[in-house]
C-alpha cells in the first residue's frame, strides 16, 4: 500500500507523573515551535486550570512539530499528549485510535505501574509498534537495568509477541531536553547526545509512516470534540482514506445509523500549538471540521457519493457511580451559585457527555437527581468541580462501585492496587487492606528500605482508603491502582471504624460549644461557621453517630471574668477538600458542594425521621 513518508502519528503514553507533558514541551521547543523570542511556558500542553494545579493531564489533546532530519527531509510529527491516571482511560484509549504508534514512558526508579500496564495492554492489543523511553534517568533512585527487565517482563505478562518485544530503548531527561540510545550510568544525565534528536530518528524509524488506498473513498474518523468562540462545535478527525477539502460536501455517518449531506465550512490544520486554516488534507492528517453543530465522537465523514462508515469507538464499562442532583439544603442560593435548577443541572451533564466517550448519565427515581457513572473518584470528582467553578450548587451521593450479572452471579469491579512505602509500614498496610478483603499478589523488596506490594482489592474496599494509607504511612506512602477485572461479589465490607458528629439545630457554631464537642473527635468547621439540621460538623472517635448541639451558647453571670474567651484553646479544624469529602461519606450522607464550600450532610436531615429508620432497619434484621 502507498504511504505517506512526510506524515507520523505518534502518542506519548505513562502512568501519572512519569513525564509526558515535559517531554512533549521539549521537542516542541527543539522543533522550532516557539519563535526566538517567545518564553516557552512549562506544561504548555495541560491547558485547564484544573490539569495545572493537580499537576495531572485530564483531556487528550493533539500538537505537531516539524523535524528536520540530518539529510535535510522534513517530517511532520503529530503528537498526541494522554491522560496518565487510571480513571481518564477513556481518554487514553480514543488517542491511539488516532496513532501509528506509541512512545512509552517509563519513571527510571518508579519503572511500570498501573496505568503503565492499562495502556500498554490497549497498545498491544491494537497492534501498535512501541518505542520505550526511559525518562528521568537522572534521578539519585534511579535503577535503570532493573526497570528495563521490569518493562519486558510487563510485556511478557501481557501475552506480547516476538515482533511486539523487539522494541527500541531511549534513556532520556525530558526536563533537560537529552536523549540517548546508550544506557547512562543510574543517577547521571546521557552525556553523548546534547538533545533530543536520538528520539526523533528512532521514532521515524519504528513509527510506520501513514498508509491509503489509492483512489478510494474519503473516510474520516472523529476521535475528538472541541468548540470555538467563533465557529461553533469543532469535530477533531484522522481521515484515513480519500482527501478531504474546505467547502466540499460530505456524507455524515451518524451512531444511529442514519446518513446526512452536511458542507464542510472550515478545515483547519494543527501546527505547533495553533490551529490554522488549511485548504485540503489527506489519509493520515488530523484535521479539525467546522460546520456540522451536533456531530459526536466516533462517527464519520465519508464520500458524498459512496458512503462508508468506520467503526464506532468502544471504550471499557464504567466502574464507579454516584448520585448527581439539585442542592437541597437549608442554604441553597446562599453561596454565590447562580445554577441552582434540576434544568440547568441536568443540561451540564448532557454537554459533559458529548466530548467524554467514558461517562455514562442514567435517571433515578427523583426527577432532580442523576446517576452519573464513570471510571473512578478521580474522574467524577473533577466533573462535580468544574461544575462547582461554573456556579452549579449539586448534591453528590457517595460514590457506589457499578455492578454486573455474569453467569447468574453478582459481580463488582476488582482493582490492580500498586503501593511503595518504608518497609516498616508493612503490617500496617497490610492490616488495612485485609479488612477490605483484598489479597496480595507480589511483594518486592528493593533493599533501599522501600517495598513495593501488588494487591487484587475490591473496588468498594478503595473508596476512602488513600486517606487512611496517607494516616498510617505518615505521608510517605505512594499507591495508584486501575481496573483488573469483575469477580463475585465480596459480601459486606467496614471501610470506616469511626461515626458523624451531626448538628441537631440550625444556627451558628459557637466557640463555647465547639471546646466541649471536640473532646469527642475532630471537627470539620470554624466558630462563626453557619450549620443546620443534619449537617455534619466533625468525625466520632467512636464507630456510631452522635447528635450534637454546636450552637451553644456560654450563659451570663453577674461574675466578671477577663480571660472568659480569650482562653477557650480550640484545635484547628479539618479542612475537607472535595474528594476527601467523598471519600469521607457513608451510604447514609452525601455531599452539598457549592462554589464557595463543600459540607457533607445526611441523606434525611431530621433527626427524628433518622432515628425512625435506625429503629426499623434494627428490627427487620431481626
Not at 460549644?513 to 461557621?529: D, H, K, T, V, Y
Request: charged share 25%.
Amino acid at each position: 500500500m502507498p504511504t505517506r513518508p512526510d506524515l507520523r502519528n505518534v502518542a506519548i503514553v505513562a502512568h501519572v507523573d512519569h513525564g509526558k507533558t515535559t517531554l512533549v514541551d521539549a521537542m516542541l521547543t527543539q522543533a522550532g515551535a516557539f519563535h526566538a523570542r517567545a518564553a516557552a511556558a512549562d506544561r504548555v500542553m495541560d491547558s485547564m486550570d484544573l490539569e495545572r494545579e493537580k499537576g495531572i493531564t485530564i483531556l487528550a489533546k493533539n500538537t505537531a512539530v516539524n523535524y528536520l532530519s540530518t539529510n535535510g527531509d522534513k517530517t511532520v510529527i503529530n503528537i498526541i499528549d494522554t491522560p496518565g491516571h487510571a480513571d481518564f482511560g477513556g481518554e487514553v484509549e480514543r488517542g491511539l485510535t488516532m496513532v501509528d504508534g506509541v512512545i512509552l514512558l517509563v519513571d527510571a526508579s518508579e519503572g511500570p505501574l498501573p496505568q503503565t500496564r492499562f495502556v500498554l495492554r490497549k497498545a498491544l492489543s491494537a497492534r501498535l509498534p512501541i518505542i520505550l523511553v526511559i525518562n528521568k534517568v537522572d534521578r539519585p533512585d534511579a535503577r535503570i537495568k532493573e526497570v528495563v527487565d521490569d518493562t519486558y517482563e510487563l510485556f511478557l505478562d501481557l501475552d506480547a509477541d516476538e515482533q511486539q518485544i523487539d522494541f527500541p530503548i531511549i534513556y532520556a531527561c525530558a526536563r533537560d531536553g537529552i536523549a540517548s540510545l546508550t544506557q547512562p550510568v543510574d543517577g547521571s544525565v546521557p552525556t553523548d547526545s546534547p538533545n533530543l534528536r536520538p528520539l526523533f530518528q528512532t521514532l521515524l524509524d519504528t513509527i510506520p509512516a501513514p498508509s491509503y488506498t489509492e483512489g478510494a473513498p474519503l473516510q474520516a474518523h472523529v476521535t475528538n470534540l472541541d468548540a470555538s468562540p467563533f465557529l461553533g462545535r469543532l469535530a477533531l478527525c484522522r481521515v484515513r482514506e480519500g482527501e478531504i477539502r474546505k467547502g466540499q460536501t460530505v456524507t455524515w455517518c451518524r451512531t444511529d445509523g442514519s446518513q446526512q449531506k452536511v458542507r464542510i465550512s472550515e478545515l483547519l490544520m494543527t501546527e505547533a500549538l495553533e490551529r490554522k486554516p488549511a485548504e485540503k488534507a489527506g489519509p493520515g492528517d488530523i484535521i479539525a471540521v467546522a460546520g456540522i453543530p451536533e456531530i459526536m465522537i466516533g462517527e464519520t465523514l465519508a464520500d458524498a457519493e459512496t458512503p462508508i462508515p468506520l467503526p464506532l469507538i468502544r471504550v471499557d464499562e464504567p466502574a464507579i457511580s454516584m448520585t448527581i442532583g439539585t442542592n437541597t439544603s437549608p442554604l441553597v442560593g446562599r453561596a454565590k451559585g447562580s445554577k441552582v435548577t434540576a434544568r440547568m443541572v441536568k443540561d451540564r451533564l448532557d454537554k459533559e457527555l458529548v466530548g467524554n466517550v467514558s461517562l455514562r448519565v442514567l435517571p433515578t427515581e427523583r426527577p432532580d437527581a442523576w446517576e452519573v457513572q464513570g471510571r473512578g473518584e478521580l474522574a467524577l470528582a473533577i466533573l462535580v468541580e468544574q461544575m462547582r467553578r461554573e456556579q452549579y450548587e449539586l448534591t453528590v451521593g457517595k460514590p457506589q462501585v457499578v455492578t454486573r450479572e455474569i453467569d447468574g452471579k453478582l459481580c463488582e469491579p476488582v482493582e490492580r492496587l500498586t503501593i511503595d512505602a518504608p518497609e516498616e509500614y508493612l503490617g500496617a498496610i497490610t492490616q488495612l487492606l485485609a479488612t477490605r478483603k483484598g489479597r496480595m499478589e507480589q511483594m518486592v523488596n528493593h533493599g533501599t528500605g522501600w517495598i513495593r506490594l501488588e494487591w487484587l482489592v475490591p473496588a468498594r474496599g478503595l473508596i476512602g482508603f488513600r486517606t487512611e494509607f496517607m494516616t498510617d504511612t505518615r505521608g510517605t506512602g505512594i499507591l495508584h491502582h486501575v481496573f483488573e477485572s469483575y469477580e463475585p461479589w465480596f459480601g459486606e465490607l467496614r471501610t470506616r471504624a469511626s461515626g458523624s458528629l451531626v448538628a441537631d439545630r440550625a444556627g451558628v457554631a459557637t466557640p463555647f460549644a465547639m471546646m466541649n464537642i471536640q473532646e469527642r473527635g475532630s471537627l470539620f468547621i470554624e466558630p462563626g461557621s453557619e450549620v443546620y439540621e443534619g449537617m455534619l460538623v466533625g468525625e466520632n472517635s467512636r464507630w456510631d453517630d452522635m447528635d450534637v448541639n454546636i450552637t451553644k451558647e456560654k450563659k451570663l453571670t453577674n461574675m466578671r471574668a477577663s480571660t472568659s474567651e480569650e482562653t477557650e484553646k480550640l484545635i484547628p479544624p479539618r479542612k475537607l477538600s472535595l474528594e476527601q469529602a467523598l471519600e469521607f461519606c457513608r451510604e447514609d450522607e452525601c455531599v452539598e458542594v457549592t462554589p464557595a464550600a463543600v459540607r457533607i450532610r445526611k441523606v434525611v436531615l431530621d433527626q427524628t425521621q433518622r432515628a425512625r429508620d435506625t429503629a426499623r432497619r434494627k428490627h427487620a434484621s431481626q
